[in-house]
């Protein structure tokens, strides 16, 4: 029997502290009518605090995923993080999780891809799953994208937030989980969005730092456009190739980057809003974290059978679209905050 990688469980954790567009209208020319206009974000949240980085909220989201589904930290086989914004350069983000979260029967790795880095993680997690290699893989999305915002660049420091999301991956013989995927990357969109410096080819130096260069640099207008078009294509390919309706679905779960292009994409598959998963306004672009802190948010209205859509559009470029087959009916659960 076909054995398919489902979803049994969704763990997130966001900052206490809220960053308001009322409160970047005192750092940056730009006011709260303006940013809800052209992102739909009213508020997002920071991670404070001294030696506080993704792992951080990482491990949260896996801490509150293990409690919810009464899953022992030792029986995970394989934790994935896919993040962009590391705690080090090295070891990876994972084992840092790993540890903090006591999975030591476990592999872990870290996987980036800007802000697909989660579906592409989601994939390469169900793989493990679907071969019958392992039992229980543990997928993280988070960023600190806080820690590389320039909060004087009015065009960025308004879109991005902090948090985190994670789910298990266990095995299914019953069609639900993941049942197909695409999966694109097109290295020739580095210039449009990217860190400049901070990497090998230009490592930190007085120079670099003087520059501003380990911040987030971005050409809003082309990536705007790249990602309203391939997001939407790669969820309405997904959606042909498995025969779906737009009746057929019951959830898009989009990538928060902006609110016009999760608008575009929905449009596209001519789905309506009421089924298009949607916190942006709450949290604004946490990058790896957008899909996984939709999941989360959204559990509670999920029920056995869903056909969901995942869609995301990253830095590089990076984009896809995954379709799955929710696993589960709402139950209730311990949360740690």
Known sequence: MKITAAITGVGSYVPDYVLTNQELEKMVDTTDEWITTRTGIKERRILKGENQGTSVMGTKAVQQLLAKTGTKPEEIDLLICSTTTPDLVFPATANIISAAAGITQAFSFDMQAACSGFLFALATGAQYIQTGTYKKVV????????????????????????????????????????????????GTGEQYLYQKAGGSRRPPSSETVANREHFIHQEGATVFKFAVTNMANVAAQVMERNHLTNDDVAWLVPHQANKRIIDATAHRMGVGPEKVMLNIQRYGNTTNATI??????????????????????????????????????PKPGPAIS
């Open 139 to 186: 997928v993280v999305g988070a960023d600190k994208m806080s820690a590389i915002v320039d909060y004087t660049d009015r065009a960025n420091c308004i879109i991005f937030g902090d948090g985190a999301g994670a789910v298990l991956l266990e095995p299914s013989t019953e069609g639900y989980g993941l049942l197909d995927q695409v999966l694109r990357t097109d």
């Open 292 to 329: 996984p802190l939709c999941l989360a948010d959204y559990e509670s209205q999920l029920h056995q059978g869903d056909n969901l859509v995942l869609a995301a559009f990253g830095g590089g470029f990076t984009w896809g679209s995954i379709y799955l087959k929710w696993a589960y009916d």
